[in-house]
């Protein structure tokens, strides 16, 4: 039996990945106006980022709880076996929450074969990860061979990335006073990454252009040079940034398989307009 693969809206995923591969989704609440929208459901990412030009603020809240236990009701009714890719769990309580929903179940269902996993991460260096593991799912392979890929490749993927401004971030909770007062020192542009599930300022810079030759200084130490790895780009509402990023890429280190896709609303709503991030795998599962 096809195990079953599980993400949340956090991960950044194209719609034609998460249809070909049949990757059941956990959206994300996002509250805007004092309404509750369902991520991907009932707001789009563009819907998100056009909000926030006119000068909204929105928030974001943990996957439903009981959206979570009626999905693996309906698994543990069918006997099939699950894997759930969760959103950092130091960035968010979803992943802690699953747990709990899924020990309710098995409370039911002695038998139900899921696995948890904390992404550590979120946006494409998860979505990487998400479809791989839905086309190996696809490919009829064993879930502790699917497992053992996840687990091993979420510990070695790399999230760096730009924004234009910290103060959304500060906002949401994802980055300390310290790192925001840092950032804003003389308007230079932070450079940031993932440690331990954590936004954090690893550099700061001059420019756009300086924090994008920054980028692909940090990739040139961390990138496993393996050519046939994805790699992912998300950005912030600036297409225009994001293609300049990839034809970098391609000239500096000659990948060529790319997804690029929008920074979801998961993550938009704490980084607001601008910015772009690299995600990519230090060591590549094998």
Same mark, same amino acid.
Do not use: W
């Given at each position: 039996?096809?195990?079953v693969i599980i993400?949340?809206? /956090?991960?950044?995923?194209?719609?034609?990945?998460?249809?070909?591969?049949?990757?059941?989704?956990?959206?994300?609440?996002?509250?805007?106006?004092?309404?509750?929208?369902?991520?991907?459901?009932?707001?789009?990412?563009?819907?998100?980022?056009?909000?926030?030009? @006119?000068?909204?603020?929105?928030?974001?809240?943990?996957?439903?709880?009981?959206?979570?236990?009626?999905?693996?009701?309906?698994?543990?009714?069918?006997?099939?076996?699950?894997?759930?890719?969760?959103?950092?769990?130091?960035?968010?309580?979803?992943?802690?929450?699953?747990?709990?929903?899924?020990?309710?179940?098995?409370?039911?269902?002695?038998?139900?074969?899921?696995?948890?996993?904390?992404?550590?991460?979120?946006?494409?260096?998860?979505?990487?990860?998400?479809?791989?593991?839905?086309?190996?799912?696809?490919?009829?392979?064993?879930?502790?061979?699917?497992?053992?890929?996840?687990?091993?490749?979420?510990?070695?993927?790399?999230?760096?990335?730009?924004?234009?401004?910290? @103060?959304?971030?500060?906002?949401?909770g994802r980055l300390?006073?310290?790192?925001?007062?840092?950032?804003?020192?003389?308007?230079?542009?932070?450079?940031?990454?993932? @440690?331990?599930?954590?936004?954090?300022?690893?550099?700061?810079?001059?420019?756009?252009?300086?924090?994008?030759?920054?980028?692909?200084?940090?990739?040139?130490?961390?990138? /496993?040079?393996?050519?046939?790895?994805?790699?992912?780009?998300?950005? /912030?509402?600036?297409?225009?940034? /994001?293609?300049?990023?990839?034809?970098?890429?391609?000239?500096?280190?000659?990948?060529?398989?790319?997804?690029?896709?929008?920074?979801?609303?998961?993550?938009?709503?704490?980084?607001?307009?601008?910015?772009?991030?690299?995600?990519?795998?230090?060591?590549?599962?094998?």
């Amino acid at each position: 039996m096809k195990t079953v693969i599980i993400t949340d809206s /956090a991960c950044d995923l194209p719609a034609q990945y998460i249809k070909e591969y049949q990757i059941e989704v956990f959206p994300f609440s996002i509250i805007l106006n004092h309404t509750n929208y369902l991520d991907g459901v009932d707001i789009t990412t563009h819907d998100l980022y056009q909000a926030i030009k @006119e000068g909204q603020t929105p928030r974001t809240a943990q996957v439903n709880p009981l959206l979570m236990k009626e999905s693996f009701l309906n698994h543990a009714r069918k006997g099939e076996s699950c894997i759930y890719i969760a959103f950092s769990g130091a960035m968010s309580g979803t992943y802690q929450t699953s747990l709990l929903m899924a020990a309710e179940v098995k409370e039911l269902y002695p038998d139900f074969d899921i696995e948890i996993i904390d992404s550590k991460g979120g946006s494409l260096a998860s979505g990487l990860v998400v479809l791989k593991a839905a086309q190996m799912a696809q490919a009829g392979k064993d879930k502790a061979e699917i497992v053992r890929f996840i687990t091993y490749q979420t510990a070695h993927m790399e999230h760096i990335f730009t924004v234009d401004s910290l @103060e959304a971030l500060y906002r949401g909770g994802r980055l300390s006073r310290t790192g925001l007062l840092m950032g804003n020192i003389l308007n230079i542009k932070p450079v940031l990454h993932l @440690e331990n599930g954590r936004i954090m300022l690893l550099h700061l810079v001059r420019s756009n252009k300086r924090a994008l030759e920054k980028l692909l200084e940090i990739m040139e130490i961390r990138c /496993a040079k393996v050519k046939s790895q994805i790699i992912g780009i998300a950005h /912030a509402n600036d297409l225009e940034t /994001a293609l300049t990023l990839k034809a970098m890429i391609e000239k500096r280190f000659g990948f060529s398989h790319f997804i690029i896709n929008l920074i979801g609303s998961v993550l938009g709503a704490h980084i607001g307009i601008g910015g772009v991030g690299i995600f990519f795998a230090n060591e590549v599962y094998n």
